[in-house]
């Protein structure tokens, strides 16, 4: 193929014509696989100034053939983790200046690099993980599957699509050096199946260099070294840079070429060295098409699969049998899938089930027992606060719980959108129907005891009314609580905004002052606030058909329920608008949900 340096290429599928162009990974046969970046830059919109940017890439060039594992090392910051980002059409908020990244000759998209870098029993065997086949996870609370164990299975999620290419960023960070090892190893062996490996490392030790077929070195955003891993330390010995004896070539050629800015002299040192290191790699690989550097003509490359022929075992290699998967299945299978994990997920995790549910049957008990006691029909302003507190008290905690609940998947949520395992219109119908038991329990829990403890009407109508609009407040909170989860990167703004709804909604839902008293805006807020119409609501279902006793010194007078509801503001409308009202809160919070996965891009808190 002949040197084309506006393009990004990876070769290695095979096309067929079918009335429409399709990507198939035979992993079978030795396909070529191999991708070129030419002249990228990135340029960030966030920094000062109107026409400012940094360049995170400049003047890449890479070629990579399938069955070779190519290991991304530098410093911190130097470009590693956005180059990944741009192979995998993966936008965090730069932009590719100049340059073409091409698949097949074909231009790349996210689509086309789905197919590429997208059995069960298969990958567990493959991974060694059958030992722990059966086995949670775990998190930071939960205790499961070790740290090296974990990162196979991360892997192992990816490898159910059989993909072509497999890209990873850091796999070794927080692990030990012998789990590292054997990670790598697994990697190593992957590549050996006809599979192009990618990854990013800061300083690999000794060992696990050996285990590279190729090597690019990247400080700044620019290329000092690409080329094999056994000839690095010869090219960088032929520019008066050797290696001492004893040293790990990635540790001494890293730390040559990084960045120092303890001081400004060293700074301007450091990257005067590097910038000249970068300007020689230019030169001396000007004139080969694979952009990689040898240590004498007519060296070529050494790829897993000549090493593999030469001191493998077989049985090290990794070769998944073919399965054509080059598309999601259906919208209902992943729903079905989505909606089983969602419930067990819910019903594993007893502990804070158990804990939720005594929540809410603690706060039910203690307003319960309040005004537990009462022979006779409690005050009109004694019902009233009571009314309010029912509607308004279980809806503020189930707005945190769910909106920490959120975060605390976001992360998992983000890599599965992102790798293409599902779309976002069956995770959002799974989560919203996989959390109705749930919801409906703790409901069931809290509003049961705190309406016969409190004496209200006993009547199965009035009973079932008033439960029925309790329901409907606490969803509308848990779906606004989705929402604003979804809707902003952490935890901490997440909470902020629920609790400036949520205090919004609260004052102007016509307890803490009447409706007729309100200005402007927080009358037009009462409007929308599911507080105000379920407390609207629950004050029709108790007071319209009772009689209560007002006392004015010696005179007692009966004041019909229907004038307590009048004077409060609280019967401008039929019981039934309040539910259709909290029922439309419940759509519009539920359908800005849907639009925030849609839109906005779930990375977990850590990466903010």
């Known amino acids: 193929m002949k040197k084309d340096p506006e393009n990004i290429s990876l070769e290695g599928a095979s096309w067929s014509q079918d009335g429409c162009t399709s990507l198939s990974v035979n992993l079978a046969s030795q396909i070529p696989w191999y991708e070129k970046l030419t002249q990228m830059q990135l340029l960030l919109p966030w920094n000062s100034g109107p026409d400012s940017h940094m360049s995170i890439i400049q003047n890449l060039n890479l070629k990579v053939h399938s069955g070779q594992m190519l290991a991304i090392i530098g410093s911190t910051a130097g470009g590693k983790t956005s180059l990944l980002d741009v192979i995998t059409c993966r936008d965090h908020g730069g932009k590719i200046k100049s340059g073409h990244i091409m698949i097949n000759n074909k231009p790349s998209t996210p689509q086309l690099v789905k197919k590429c870098i997208a059995h ?337 009407f006993p009547e199965a109508e009035h009973f079932l009314l008033n439960f029925f609009s309790v329901w409907l407040a606490v969803y509308c909170a848990r779906a606004m609580a989705l929402w604003v989860a979804a809707l902003l990167p952490t935890l901490q703004l997440s909470a902020f905004l629920g609790n400036v709804l949520f205090t919004s909604f609260y004052l102007s839902g016509g307890f803490v002052i009447s409706l007729e008293q309100l200005w402007t805006v927080p009358y037009w807020v009462s409007k929308v606030s599911f507080l105000r119409w379920n407390f609207q609501g629950m004050m029709q279902i108790q007071f319209t058909d009772s009689m209560y006793d007002m006392s004015f010194g010696n005179i007692t007078i009966k004041i019909p329920g229907k004038l307590v509801t009048k004077a409060l503001g609280l019967d401008s409308e039929p019981l039934y608008i309040s539910y259709i009202i909290i029922g439309g809160n419940i759509f519009c919070f539920l359908l800005l949900y849907y639009l925030s996965l849609r839109f906005i891009k779930q990375k977990s808190n850590q990466d903010w």
Not at 143 to 151: A, N
Not at 230 to 240: A, S
Not at 269 to 293: C, G, M, P, V, Y
């Open 120 to 456: 069960v029993e298969d990958v567990i065997a493959e991974l060694r993980l059958r030992q722990c086949a059966n086995t949670r996870v775990g998190n930071e609370y939960l205790r499961g599957i070790s740290g090296g164990e974990r990162r196979r299975v991360s892997i192992g999620v990816q490898l159910l699509w059989n993909p072509g290419i497999l890209i990873l960023d850091e796999p070794t960070s927080g692990l030990d050096s012998f789990t590292s090892h054997n990670l790598v190893i697994t990697l190593s062996r992957l590549a050996r199946g006809n599979r192009l490996v990618l990854l990013s490392l800061h300083q690999p030790r000794s060992d696990i260099f050996q285990l590279f077929d190729l090597v690019l070195l990247m400080t700044s955003g620019v290329t000092i070294y690409s080329g094999a891993a056994r000839d690095m330390v010869q090219y960088f010995t032929e520019l008066g840079y050797p290696c001492p004896r004893y040293s790990n070539p990635a540790d001494f050629y890293v730390d040559l070429t990084s960045i120092d800015k303890q001081t400004t002299e060293k700074e301007m040192e450091s990257l005067k060295r590097a910038n000249t290191l970068a300007t020689l790699f230019q030169e001396k690989i000007k004139d080969h098409d694979d952009f990689l550097w040898k240590a004498s003509e007519g060296d070529s490359v050494v790829t897993t699969t000549s090493k593999q022929s030469s001191h493998s075992k077989p049985e090290e290699v990794i070769n998944m049998p073919y399965r054509s998967s080059d598309r999601l299945p259906g919208v209902l299978k992943q729903f079905t899938v989505l909606l089983s994990r969602q419930v067990s997920n819910d019903f594993r995790d007893l502990s804070t089930l158990l804990v939720h549910g005594f929540e809410a049957l603690v706060m039910s008990l203690l307003i319960g027992f309040l005004y537990y006691g009462h022979e006779s029909r409690l005050s009109i302003r004694d019902t009233s606060a009571l009314l309010y507190m029912i509607g308004a008290l279980i809806p503020f905690t189930v707005i945190l719980d769910v909106i920490a609940k959120c975060h605390s998947e976001r992360a998992m949520l983000y890599l599965d959108l992102e790798n293409g395992m599902y779309s976002v219109t069956p995770y959002f119908f799974a989560k919203i129907l996989g959390e109705l038991p749930e919801h409906c329990a703790f409901v069931i829990i809290y509003g049961v005891p705190i309406y016969w403890l409190t004496n209200l």
